[in-house]
């Protein structure tokens, strides 16, 4: 069981945020949720899926990309032909 | 492209699109001047594409998806782009930020999920065949829901370049149209190898449908008819499997034994991929501005936090908690264990039989607003997912009503069958005209 207080780091941690109104439906749901996933206790085996395909990779060689001004035009805010971001630090 | 053009402005009573093209240029080919919706997760250059989400609302995208440019290259005049449930996440296109879409069959339904606007577009005569994408049921669930035809490819047939990606390792584009002909034609143009996607198998799809199914096995899977399953939906579908015997096909009872825990191993899988795949959504590069005075966690949490739906925000949370540390083996390494079974489970079934048959979905279409809570809402794709994690091709194909709603005929093939999965609809489809 997850309670509202680990609901909301989870919140927290994805970046997704969680309006204290809906902290408790969300809380319901979640257990709910994982409460059905808990049939995964009785999966017996240990191989997970592979393909037949493996490393698929081209040359490590500079190819054509989209310019720049194309790149830029869905950008919601620019300075000097480049991107501007919220400050990391 | 040439310099055909033709104008499209249905009256779009179902809310199926998001975006149409007034006027559209096209060129000569073998789907010259059809009017072929787009779903709205697929890229379009030029076109506004959404994902139904305000997170992309006012994105153009500067690149064409492959797909599209096979579809352009073919002279395939594309018309719109549809409505979905935001990125994918759900089985009645209620979860979109623009709207839910309406079942053209009865507008008090919904037209499931969560490809229900390409679905309502060809149930409600606006275009003969449009592009969905299925990473749990998604084409093959609004195909059964209103009454059209819908195929999942096999894993690797069809390229991804340019959709936006939910769950890389469960979806793929698929075709849908009114009937079967027109889903296999689509197919052709759709199908075959693309270096941009890695997971691309060089398969190309040239096939013609062909109606002999005599000496054709059919594999009936218990779990298909169980508990759950609506029972008028359920004698729908057997009476569509009797009709298959009647064209010369013989019926064989199996079981796929991991279908017990094949819907958590989904809904784990899925999460996961959706919580490292939505990450990018920052309202930096595109959609609603970031706020950039704020520090990058606070900026970054609000725009997601006002544009991102609940269903969103619940899925990535769900993915972000099951890869947690403490978590990550309890969840996502059993789910990935369970697929693995699921996978052999087809396998052996498979070795004795030629293709499966089920109902598409539980019950018949929903009343819009109906199902409220998450949990049950994820319940009702357990006959579609197994599919998707299993990586084998399925079509819907309508088999007749319960209700008065459309029932779906699932047939699902082996790996690189979709040929014999698209014949075997079309010998159900040509023996009822």
Same mark, same amino acid.
């Given at each position: 069981?997850?309670?509202?207080? $680990?609901?909301?780091?989870? #919140? ?19 257990? #709910?949720?994982? $409460? ?11 191989? #997970? ?11 490590? $060689? ?5 310019? !720049? $001004? ?16 919220? !400050?990391?630090? | ?43 379009? +250059? ?56 309406? %079942? ?76 079967? @002909? ?94 490292? %795949?939505?990450?990018?959504? @920052? ?126 005929? +699932? ?23």
């Amino acid at each position: 069981m997850a309670t509202e207080q $680990e609901v909301y780091h989870i #919140a927290e941690l994805a970046d997704v945020g969680i309006n204290t109104g809906e902290l408790g439906t969300f809380t319901h749901q979640f257990n #709910a949720i994982l $409460e059905y996933f808990d049939v995964l206790d009785r999966v017996s085996g240990d191989t #997970a899926v592979t393909r037949d395909l493996c490393n698929v990779m081209r040359e490590d $060689e500079t190819e054509p990309s989209l310019p !720049r $001004e194309e790149v830029l035009r869905n950008v919601a805010a620019q300075e000097d032909g480049f991107i501007k971001a919220p !400050r990391v630090m | 492209m040439g310099d055909n053009e033709c104008c499209f402005e249905p009256e779009d009573r179902y809310n199926a699109f998001l975006t149409t093209c007034k006027k559209v240029t096209h060129g000569s080919g073998k789907l010259g001047g059809i009017a072929v919706a787009v779903k709205d997760n697929i890229s379009t +250059q030029g076109i506004e594409t959404t994902c139904a989400s305000k997170i992309l609302k006012g994105y153009i995208p500067p690149y064409d998806a492959h797909v599209v440019q096979l579809l352009k290259g073919s002279g395939a005049a594309i018309v719109g782009k549809t409505n979905m449930d935001e990125f994918g996440m759900g089985t009645t296109t209620e979860n979109s930020a623009f709207g839910p879409t309406l %079942n053209p069959c009865d507008t008090g339904r919904v037209p499931g999920g969560s490809s229900g606007g390409s679905a309502a577009a060809i149930a409600g005569g606006m275009v003969r065949m449009a592009l969905g994408t299925d990473t749990g049921g998604s084409i093959r669930c609004p195909a059964a829901f209103c009454g059209i035809v819908g195929l999942k490819p096999t894993y690797g047939r069809v390229s991804r370049y340019g959709l936006i990606a939910y769950a890389n390792s469960l979806e793929q584009i698929g075709p849908m149209g009114r009937t079967v @002909d027109d889903v296999s034609v689509l197919m052709q143009v759709i199908a075959g190898y693309d270096r941009r996607d890695s997971t691309s198998y060089d398969r190309p799809y040239t096939h013609t449908p062909c109606a002999d199914i005599q000496g054709l096995r059919i594999g009936i899977p218990q779990e298909y008819f169980g508990s759950g399953v609506n029972p008028e939906v359920a004698a729908v579908v057997n009476k569509a499997v009797g009709r298959l015997e009647e064209l010369g096909a013989t019926t064989i009872p199996c079981s796929i034994p991991s279908m017990e825990y094949a819907l958590a191993a989904y809904y784990v899988i899925c999460t996961c991929e959706a919580s490292s %795949n939505l990450a990018r959504f @920052d309202g930096v590069r595109y959609g609603p501005a970031a706020d950039a005075k704020k520090s990058w966690h606070e900026a970054y949490q609000e725009v997601r936090r006002a544009n991102f739906g609940t269903e969103v925000r619940r899925r990535i949370m769900l993915g972000t908690f099951a890869l947690s540390s403490g978590y990550y083996g309890k969840y996502y390494a059993k789910a990935q264990v369970a697929r693995g079974n699921v996978k052999k489970d087809f396998a052996r079934v498979f070795a004795d039989v030629d293709v499966i048959a089920g109902p598409t979905m539980p019950t018949v279409a929903f009343r819009l607003g109906e199902k409220s809570d998450p949990l049950s809402m994820y319940l009702t794709d357990i006959l579609t997912v197994p599919v998707n994690l299993a990586g084998i091709p399925a079509i819907s194909v309508p088999c007749g009503t319960a209700e008065g709603m459309p029932v779906g005929l +699932q047939i699902m093939g082996r790996p690189w069958e979709d040929e014999r999965v698209i014949d075997v609809a079309y010998a159900y489809e040509q023996g009822c005209i």
